[in-house]
């Protein structure tokens, strides 16, 4: 168990909807990375978070939009969902802000976009 | 710009077969590191090794050893007498600089299949 939990483990919507992805970092991470899973392209980096505040950005469509809050969870929303956006989603946490940092991941939600 | 290749999508072997899983890197920076990470059929990725772009020795932990080659830009992970528990997606990442705002990427992995 990595510490980090994720919750819904599974969501199935319809297209155009909107929902939020839940993610709880190990006890005393700052950092927060969202990183997008599907069968073509691999692990697709989104976006991280240090301490509340947005450190980098990856491949995040205007669509979707994340946060970190004072407690350190953090929340990524997906919103007028596309078929194309049904995919793994991971989060995982790390201690800090350095490059050197090994991450620490989630299990996971799995989005079903019908 | 910052890239990891993983070029093989797919790879089966028999028990007790050695293989290698091959990961190549684009990077601008002098400073950078090196990750491989392993996704079970479970599914939660686990950390396996850490590599920084100054130290270009090789390791081995067990079954597992890593070449890291700063000529060829490449950070390759072999397996020795692979078993059926390391059926699995393995992945390369890479991270470069030192602090604040960095993009932790990642190759599209290499799925392992360890056939009895």
């Known amino acids: 168990d990595s510490g980090v939990t994720q919750t819904p483990k599974h969501l199935i919507t319809a297209t155009g909807q909107r929902v939020t992805l839940r993610c709880s970092p190990r006890?005393?991470?700052?950092?927060v990375y969202w990183y997008q899973q599907s069968l073509d392209q691999g692990l697709q980096f989104l976006i991280q978070?240090?301490?509340?505040?947005?450190?980098a950005k990856g491949n995040i469509l205007e669509r979707f939009s994340a946060q970190q809050f004072p407690d350190l969870h953090s929340e990524l929303n997906l919103s007028s969902l596309e078929l194309g956006d049904s995919a793994l989603y991971f989060c995982?946490?790390?201690?800090?802000?350095?490059?050197?940092?090994?991450?620490?991941f989630g299990s996971g939600t799995q989005l079903s976009v019908l | 710009a910052q890239k990891v290749t993983q070029a093989q999508t797919e790879i089966s072997v028999v028990e007790k077969e050695d293989v290698t899983l091959d990961c190549v890197y684009e990077t601008r920076d002098t400073t950078y590191y090196l990750f491989w990470y392993k996704q079970p059929p479970s599914g939660e990725l686990v950390f396996l090794i850490r590599?920084?772009?100054?130290?270009?020795q090789n390791e081995i932990s067990g079954r597992y050893s890593w070449n890291f080659q700063k000529s060829t830009s490449s950070f390759n992970f072999t397996i020795t007498a692979s078993q059926v528990v390391d059926s699995a997606v393995y992945f390369c990442a890479l991270s470069e600089g030192g602090s604040g705002t960095y993009k932790y990427i990642f190759g599209t992995g290499t799925r392992l299949k360890v056939l009895a």
């Open positions: 978070y240090y301490n509340g505040e947005e450190r």
């Open positions: 590599r920084n772009s100054f130290d270009e």
């Open positions: 006890s005393g991470d700052l950092s």
């Open positions: 995982a946490s790390s201690p800090g802000s350095l490059a050197n940092e090994k991450l620490f």
